[in-house]
């Protein structure tokens, strides 16, 4: 039995409600034990499994798998077969891409997520990434998908994008706060863990220049544990490396499981829920700038934005540089070390076209960016300073004003040191 199958019958049993008698009945078939614990239990596996062993890989195959991995996540063990680092996999998916045999797969959150939503006495929530528009249809607007979810049994939907808006006023705060010379600079940004694993882990020298924000995944999943304590948190977007992130030790209050577009589309397809059918059931909370954060450039444009806002015109402009792809964000890196970079906000995208490139993304990039864009220019708010509904979820938070969000204890902030 291969591991899609395997798991494609897990996952259509706990729909059913069968699975004690699905997974009994598998002791007739030939798998590895240690997959059904990680679709189980996902969060004890890394963002990336392998499926078996290498002994059909050439040498040259396993030095292209090892060596792909910027994070040094993937060694060859005494057996010749590929080794994957837990402490190290940020789940940037490219051994994915290059693994000729397909004997990886990324970590699968959907039927442990599915239980916990069944089984759940408190509330669950879904978090959608702000690239999600277009994602499951052109026919599926905001409205419906929120309807889809709360069929599958969610209490609500909530866009992130609402707490992009609120990271964009803490970045731009520190901006302004920390960039008051020609040689001042910062690092960002903060909703890619690919970019910030990188600076982490191999750029520790330019670590003081990363402004301490959590991402705002991150965000939203602690704001409505604060809220709603007890509540079920579940993360979905394009990005693999957010599962990784959501397990970081400082952080793992926040979001409960991480699934993927295409998870979350074949769920519905399991399910036979199509959301497209579905009535609207619209809540309009985010600005523009907090939805252009699924694109490269969506960052820099919403800082700059409030920046100029917040200081009335009397800070230094933003002068922004981007990379796109964590290739890219590099190369870009060893140009600041080489003193080639003039800019004063330097924006890393692991993804190539930022959030709508993610490895799990359904639609092409150049159209998840254009659906993007065109939901931007239909938000009622231009920057998070316009929005209403952030300054009232800040004070339902416990921030009395919007400088709070530099303490050093805020639920926003975190230590890279």
Request: charge should be negative; hydrophobic fraction near 40%.
């Amino acid at each position: 039995m291969t591991f899609i199958e395997l798991y494609n019958r897990i996952l259509k049993a706990e729909v059913e409600g069968n699975l004690d008698r699905e997974l009994d009945s598998l002791g007739t078939y030939y798998y590895d034990p240690h997959h059904i614990d990680c679709l189980l239990h996902p969060e004890k596996c890394t963002p990336v499994w392998r499926l078996g062993d290498c002994s059909d890989c050439s040498d040259e195959d396993k030095e292209l798998c090892a060596g792909r991995c910027l994070f040094e996540a993937i060694t060859i063990d005494e057996k010749g077969n590929a080794a994957i680092d837990p402490d190290k996999c940020v789940g940037c998916a490219e051994c994915l891409e290059k693994c000729r045999k397909n004997n990886l797969a990324e970590r699968k959150d959907l039927i442990a997520a599915l239980a916990a939503i069944k089984n759940a006495d408190a509330p669950v929530y879904a978090l959608v990434a702000p690239a999600f528009i277009g994602q499951f249809s052109k026919d599926v607007t905001p409205g419906k998908l929120r309807s889809a979810f709360k069929k599958l049994g969610f209490a609500g939907m909530v866009e992130v994008a609402l707490f992009a808006d609120i990271l964009t006023l803490r970045e731009a705060l520190e901006f302004n706060r920390r960039v008051i010379h020609e040689e001042d600079f910062l690092l960002t940004s903060c909703c890619c863990p690919m970019w910030i694993a990188l600076i982490r882990r191999i750029y520790k020298q330019y670590i003081t220049h990363v402004p301490g924000s959590v991402s705002p995944m991150i965000a939203c999943g602690r704001s409505i544990k604060k809220l709603e304590p007890g509540a079920i948190t579940i993360f979905v977007g394009p990005c693999l490396a957010k599962k990784a992130e959501a397990r970081e030790p400082d952080i793992r209050d926040a979001v409960d499981y991480v699934l993927t577009f295409d998870e979350v589309s074949q769920l519905f397809e399991v399910t036979g829920i199509d959301p497209a059918e579905l009535d609207e059931d619209m809540r309009d909370h985010s600005s523009l700038g907090g939805r252009i954060y699924a694109r490269t450039g969506g960052v820099s444009e919403a800082v700059s934005a409030a920046a100029e806002r917040l200081s009335s015109g009397n800070s230094m402009p933003v002068r922004a540089i981007q990379a796109n792809g964590i290739r890219e964000c590099k190369a870009l890196m060893q140009q600041l070390q080489e003193g080639k970079i003039r800019h004063n906000f330097i924006e890393g995208m692991g993804c190539v076209g930022g959030c709508v490139g993610g490895p799990r993304a359904i639609i092409d990039r150049e159209l998840g960016r254009s659906n993007v864009d065109e939901y931007g220019k239909l938000a009622q708010f231009d920057t998070p300073i316009d929005n209403p509904y952030v300054i009232e979820l800040l004070n339902r938070l416990g921030f009395e004003k919007v400088e709070d969000l530099l303490a050093e204890e805020s639920m926003f902030t975190r230590d890279f040191s």
